[in-house]
Structure formats: C-alpha cells, structure tokens
C-alpha cells in the first residue's frame, strides 16, 4: 500500500462521491414470500427420526415420519435430499404414487395418488444413506489419541445446507419444526444431541437412545455426536452445563465450563429472554472443521477451540473464550430468532461476533479486546476496498452460494464494526432496548434485516433504519476527508467531504453513506456527529489541540486530514488517547497503500511512537514494516531497510526486555513476543543470540521456556536454522505431547529460510507425523512455508490441493477461488495463477475469484512501489544525515 502526495485531496473534491438513489424500507419477514428453493404449500411442523449409523460401512439407515401441514390441496410433496434411497414411503399409512430423488438437484420428489386436503398429514418412510468422510453432514471423524491409539467418532456438520446428508428433510432455514431425535449405536458410546436424554435400551452391543423433543428450530441447527466420550457438566441458574470430549481430555474442558456458565447469565441479562434450553452442551471434537458451530444446546467445536491443557497459551485461552463467547451468542441470533434466508446470514453471523467482542471485552478487561478486534476490522476494511466487494447483504440462490456467503471479512468483521458503530451512534442502552423487542418479537421465528431496523427505530434513539441500511446494502465504506481552518481566536472549524475508498483508483467509487464521527478535540471528551452528505462543516475544538473524528477507533470509515493538522498531530503523538493514535496509524498506512499519502507520512508516525508501549499498536507498525521487509528482499535495499526497522522497534525491545513481569498485562507480554519475533527476523544479532542461548536450554528442558514464549523463540531460531538445528526442531515437533504443542513446533518449522532445509519441511507437512485430527492445518503449514519459499509453496499446494482442501468443506470452493491468488501472488505471474484456479472452481464462484485476483494485482503493485518509495525515504534520510 503506497505512495505519493497529498494532492488526492483535490482528487477528492474533484470527483465528489456519487449520490445513492433514495432507498426503500427493508422488507420484513413473510413465510410465503421468503426466499428458497422449496415450494411452500407444504409444510413440516414435526419429524421423529430413528437413526442407526455404521461407522465401520460409512452407511446410515434410518426412518422417519414427518408431521406436514398442506397449506392447500396438493398431489406433490418436494423436499431435500442427498445420497439416499427412500424405501416404504406412505403419506397417512398409504403408498404413494411414485417416488425421484434427484442427487444433482439434491431434491425428492413424491408424487401421491390422489391429492390430499388441507390440514395435517404425516409422511413416512425408510431409507439409507452414507456417512460423510469429510466435515458435512454426518461424518466420521478419525483420530489419534495422545498415546497413540487410532480411533473416531461420529459428528454432524449442517450449515448451511448439509443436513440433508444425514436424513431427508425441509433443508431451509425458514422450515421451523419440532425434532424427535433416536439413535442406535455401539451400548459403550455416550451419545449427545440438541435436548437430554429422555430413554435409553440396551440391547446387547447396541443401545438406542431417545432424546427429548426439541423447540422448533431449522433443520441445519439439529446435532448428534457419538462415541467414546466423557463429559464434566456443572448446574447453574436451572440449566445444565456440559463439556464433552475424547475420553481421557474432558478434564481440558473446566476452564470452558466455567466461561459457558458465566457468558450464559450475562446473556440471559442482555436479551431480556433467557436461554430456553435445559442444557447446554460444548462438544469438542477433535479436527473436523475449524472454529465451531452453533447447535442449538450442543455447541460443537474443534477441541482447539475448547480445551485448555497445561501446553496452552494465554492466546489460547483468548481463543477459547471469545470464541465460546461467539457461538453462545448464537443461541439468541440465530437459533431462537433465525434469517428467513442465506442472504441474511449478517443476522447470525455479524452479530455473535459483535456480542462475542462486547461479552470478552467486559469479563476480561486486561485483554484490551476493542483494541484487539481492530486487527480484525482492518482485515474487513482491506477487503473491503476492493472494487470486487459485495455488501453484508448479498443475493444468494442456491447451496454453493450459500456456503461462499460465510465470508469472514464481510459477514462476520465489517458486520461486527458496523454494529459497533451504529450501537456508539444509538447509545448502548438504547441499542439494547432494540435487541431485547427484537428477541421477544421473533423468538422462534425467521427475520430479515427490516425486522431489525423496525426494533431498533423503537428504542428510543430516533429511527436508524436509513443509516442501519446504507451500511449494509451497499459495498465498502468512506474515505472521510478533513480540512480545517481556524478563526483569530484559534476556534477551529473543519470541512468534510466523503468518497468511496478504494485500494487503486481513489476518486473512481460510487457510493454515499451516513457516517457516524466521534469527534475529539486534544484530549477530551468525544462529541458525536452525523455527517450525512457530500460536504459539511462542524466546529472541532481548538487549532492548537490535536485532531481525530474516529476517536475510539468504533467508526468503520478511513480519515484523511490535511497536511497541517496531520502535522499536528504527528508532532504531538505521544499524547494523543491510545485508541485514536491506532485509527490514525491504520488509516495513515493504507492511504500510503492507495498511493494517497506519501509513505513518510506514515513513518513519521511510527518513529513519534519512541518506546510508548500499546499493543495494537505496535502491531500495527510491525506489520508493516514487515510488508516493506518483504517486498525489499532480494532487493540492493533490504539491508539498509532491516536496519532501519530494527531502528524503529529496538528501544521498546530494549525497554521490555525478553523476561515478563508478575504485574504486566497479557498485552505487554504479546507486545514483547512480538518485537522479539521481528528483530528475530530482521536480523539482529544480539536477538538471534539470546534466542539460540534459549533453544539450547528447551531442547534440554521442556520446562525452560513458557508456552507463551515457545513459538516466539522457536521461530527465530528456525528463520536461521543450520541443518542441525532444523533436526533440533523436527525431534521438538515430532515429540509434541498433545496438538497444541505440535501446532506450534510445526509452524516454527515451517520459517526454515534455508531452501534445501524448507523442502524437508514441505515433506513434514505432508507426511503422517501430523495426525489425522489436525488435517485442517495442513494448508496453513504450507501457506506458512510461502512466506519465504512462494514457489516451493505453490508446488506444494498444486501437486496437493485436493487433500489440502479436503478438511475445510464445504467452504473448499470458496477457499480455491477467493483465498488462493491472496495467498500465492508472489508464487507466478497473476494471468498464470488466475487461468489454475478459473479452471477449476464454478462459474458461480467467478466473482470470489475476482475478488482474490484483485488483491494478488494490488499486491504486486504495493510491492514495486513499496520498494521504490522505501529506497527514496532511505536515500533522503542518508543525505540529510550527511
């Protein structure tokens, strides 16, 4: 991101912003006019599904009678299916005509004799099926015990639309009904589903279970798990807590039993409406998809995501409860109140994943998680400067598109900063209020975004419909520009316009929005402010305080200021509040990216850092610095740049040292980890020494460095590993006690800069040493591998992409098109990278692969420039030292 002057001001005035047609109000849910492929002139109110899976054959054989509702008279009953084969297929205990079932259309078709009336009906039937091997619908999962035993269990994986892999179904989310759920299994399995156990029968080696009759709920929320499982459960407020896992690691499960009941009262506090499940279960599972899912009352996640072990990190402890946080959240946004459709996945998505952050935030104030989360909105804002972005809300028509809109920039960060914003704009209790009628209003029903604005409009704050819509039906977000003038009592007034920000082509974007600022003069209180138009004017403070109009960081938009009150506030930096000094450096880089900005203006905001200690950031700093250190390699200037970078970061370094104290906040100890970390790789040799000192000590000693500083020291030390070293670290990894332990020692592997030693880790990566329940981190070994290898990790990935993608169904298509050139654009030329993939994903998934493409030509493009920019600013530095 990149380069030159600050003449893009007249740019921006003279190509002001394109008005937006006036918008309608959002439409409200309807069930017979909500989107879908199923005919809605019948209905299921009520399924009773017996299920006897064989694991050994991957076969499932099941029955099951559905309670329908024919809304008009009707000879046709059309529902979802997928690999299976119905057999005695009766509507009210008689045959049917005829029976098709479609696997290409993933859709049955029952034909009846004569037509039946209006009212209920139940339709029965029996059928096989196959038990998945990949992570959908219901699947086996292999894996090996830390003692080495192999074995598996079986689990489900429904969202969006692969519950009906495991038994025919409404496979809709706007299909509501009751689940009456029996499995048969192995008598020495624990079984788990969405509700308790209500019976269960031994019959010799098999046992069937029933479980209790679920809310009514759609079918991709329905969970079963089986095998050879523990749980540890607690009781709290009059529900039923349980953590579930391999037999033998449920223990690694109390910190999270602990977080469920915690996050599960203040919940019950915030929405108004208490969770309304007996139970709660979280199921670890180990491998099988990344993250987890949010099974009404059995929350399913990957046992990294859950279990907390004696290897584990204060990072993973963050990781486990922001993302319980998140999946809890669920339980109100999205499971008792549901989108009426895929293309309103922002109402599941964007907010458990605001609440998560306000949850994590609130019970755990030393982790500064708003300050956090930035890293995250700047991962939303990158992508969505894209010419190629869609908005929250986007069009979806059919399953493959359905999965591809879980994007996790889009849906899940810019929906989460924009609700953060709109809740500053609205007041938080204000925002709540609208959150609590909204719940009360729809539990247990469907929405679309309409529902929403029309709560929140109620609550108090004046109506936000139009400012709720603009942010989320339109593509991107503003670049804000400021240009101040001061009276003769110093009384400063600053002019604002707005245009689309883009990555390439400032001046070339369409769009409007109203932007709720906070503004802030020097150091006081934020006033807020609707800037809602192509120009405005607002009083801002005084002329000698420092400036911002994003104070807090909460706004999802870019600011520019003019070269005089930039200067200001760069020569007063240390003063400015934390939060606004991270919005400006953010916004400051990516201008410089755009070529807004001269990349000096951005350094001169690092270098007024001095050995001020904030974590975001210092992250954020290093993180550039880190893009210009690669784009320099290989380069005459990459040894004048490293030494400068160093430059930068040493005096904090230096400040921090390499040892924690008792009364420092996680932060600081990740802030210290992490300039270590780069000096590490930047070359400095008073770092690489201490660290190499330190490895010597842990290959002797597990015990001699903390789990939060192993991966920092083992990477340094990889960056410059000679071949004995390398074998050091291979017998480290291949020693690892648990996933946790061999996740960490086998990324450090994978920073190996030696070529002949980085092909030995290519074939780690592929090889059995990585167990079959870490499959999933296979391609960020490889991709990890790109960072200083891009053509080995490019034939890596090409001769492996099937297996490699394989474990992350069924987002693999959206993962090939989107998220390959972003990863591989170093490796080949960008025609060559787009004619692989285009060959080999969907038509439907052409947009993502623009999208993807789009990022691999910014990059190359910020590379050259970078490099160009970097070697000038080096150069005049030089000469003005002389």
Not at 291 to 303: C, H, L, R
Not at 439 to 468: E, Q
Request: net charge neutral.
């Amino acid at each position: 991101m990149h380069a030159r002057g600050v003449m893009w001001l007249a740019l921006a005035l003279a190509f002001p912003a394109a008005p937006v047609l006036a918008q309608t109000a959002s439409p409200v849910f309807n069930f017979a006019t909500a989107p879908g492929r199923l005919p809605k002139n019948v209905v299921p109110l009520e399924y009773t599904i017996a299920l006897t899976p064989d694991a050994a054959a991957h076969t499932v054989a099941g029955t099951e009678s559905i309670v329908l509702d024919f809304k008009a008279a009707s000879a046709v009953i059309q529902f979802n299916s997928l690999n299976q084969t119905l057999s005695k297929v009766l509507l009210d205990g008689k045959p049917v005509r005829s029976v098709v079932s479609d696997d290409k259309a993933q859709l049955t078709t029952i034909k009846l004799a004569r037509p039946a009336g209006p009212g209920r009906h139940t339709l029965s039937f029996a059928y096989t099926g196959k038990i998945e091997k990949e992570p959908r619908g219901l699947f086996l999962q292999e894996y090996v015990t830390p003692a080495g035993a192999k074995d598996a269990m079986l689990t489900t994986q429904f969202e969006a639309t692969d519950a009906r892999r495991m038994f025919p179904c409404w496979d809709e989310p706007a299909f509501r009904a009751v689940f009456k759920l029996s499995v048969t299994v192995p008598a020495k399995w624990a079984v788990y589903s969405n509700m308790p156990e209500s019976e269960r029968s031994v019959n010799g080696e098999l046992a069937t279970t029933r479980f209790a009759p679920t809310p009514k709920m759609p079918t991709y929320l329905v969970e079963f798990s089986g095998g050879d499982l523990a749980h540890i459960a607690a009781e709290s407020d009059g529900t039923r807590f349980r953590v579930v896992a391999v037999k033998g690691q449920e223990q690694g499960g109390q910190q999270a039993l602990a977080n469920a009941q915690q996050i599960l009262a203040d919940y019950n506090d915030y929405f108004g409406v208490r969770y309304p499940l007996p139970k709660l279960d979280s199921i670890a599972v180990p491998g099988g998809f990344s993250g987890a899912m949010e099974n009404w009352g059995a929350i399913t996640y990957n046992d990294q995501a859950l279990l907390i072990t004696p290897s584990s990190t204060m990072g993973n402890r963050q990781t486990v409860y922001s993302i319980q946080a998140h999946e809890m959240a669920h339980q109100w946004f999205g499971d008792l109140v549901t989108m009426g459709w895929w293309d309103e996945l922002w109402l599941n998505e964007s907010f458990a994943s605001w609440m998560a952050a306000r949850q994590t935030d609130l019970r755990n104030p030393s982790w500064r998680w708003w300050e956090h989360q930035d890293e995250s909105k700047e991962g939303a804002m990158s992508a969505d400067a894209r010419a190629t972005s869609h908005a929250i809300v986007q069009h979806v028509t059919n399953e493959l598109q359905a999965s591809s809109a879980f994007d996790p920039a889009i849906t899940y960060s810019k929906g989460q900063a924009v609700l953060r914003m709109l809740e500053a704009h609205m007041g938080a209790d204000n925002f709540r209020s609208g959150i609590r009628a909204y719940m009360k209003t729809h539990a247990y029903s469907n929405t679309l975004s309409g529902d929403l604005w029309r709560a929140l409009d109620g609550a108090g704050a004046g109506p936000v419909s139009d400012i709720a819509r603009a942010w989320t039906s339109q593509p991107g977000f503003p670049l804000v520009s400021v240009t101040a003038s001061c009276d003769a009592a110093g009384a400063r007034t600053i002019a604002l316009t707005q245009q689309r920000f883009l990555l390439q082509g400032l001046g070339s974007g369409k769009g409007r929005w109203p932007v709720p600022l906070q503004v802030r003069s020097g150091t006081g209180a934020p006033k807020p402010v609707l800037f809602d138009g192509d120009r405005q004017s607002v009083p801002a403070g005084r002329c000698d305080e420092t400036l911002s109009i994003n104070a807090g960081a909460v706004g999802y938009f870019r600011v520019a200021y003019d070269d005089a009150t930039l200067a200001r506030i760069t020569q007063s930096f240390a003063s400015v509040p934390e939060a606004d000094r991270i919005a400006l450096l953010d916004d400051q880089w990516a201008l410089v990216g755009a070529g807004a900005q001269p990349l000096a203006s951005y350094l001169a905001l690092a270098s007024a850092m001095g050995d001020t200690a904030n974590q975001r950031a210092w992250e954020q700093i290093t993180g550039a610095l880190d893009t210009i250190e690669t784009a320099e390699r290989g380069t005459a200037g990459h040894a004048a740049f490293a030494a400068y970078a160093r430059s930068i970061v040493k005096p904090l370094s230096v400040k921090l040292g390499w040892d924690a104290r008792a009364d420092e906040s996680p932060g600081m100890q990740k802030l210290r980890r992490s300039l270590l970390a780069d000096l590490g790789g930047w070359g400095d040799p008073e770092v690489l020494a201490e660290a190499r000192k330190r490895f010597a000590a842990f290959a002797a000693d597990r015990a001699a460095i903390s789990a939060d500083d192993q991966l920092m020291v083992l990477s340094i030390v990889a960056r410059h590993a000679t071949a004995a070293e390398f074998e050091q670290l291979h017998a480290i990894a291949k020693s690892a006690r648990n996933e946790t332990e061999l996740r960490r020692y086998y990324t450090a592997l994978m920073q190996v800069r030696d070529p002949a030693l980085a092909e030995k880790a290519a074939a780690i990566a592929l090889s059995d040493e990585i167990p079959k329940q870490a499959d999933m981190a296979r391609i960020g070994l490889v991709g990890m591998l790109g960072g200083e290898h891009p053509q080995l990790s490019w034939s890596v990935f090409t001769q492996n992409a099937e297996r490699l993608i394989a474990p992350h169904q069924p987002f693999g298509p959206m993962i090939l098109a989107q998220y390959t050139p972003e990863l591989f654009w170093r490796a080949l030329p960008p025609e060559q990278l787009e004619a692989w993939i285009k060959g080999r994903v969907p038509a439907d998934l052409l947009p993502n692969l623009a999208r993807g493409m789009e990022v691999a030509r910014f990059k190359l493009a910020e590379k050259a420039m970078l490099v160009k920019a970097t070697d000038a600013y080096l150069a005049g530095k030089l000469a003005r030292a002389d």
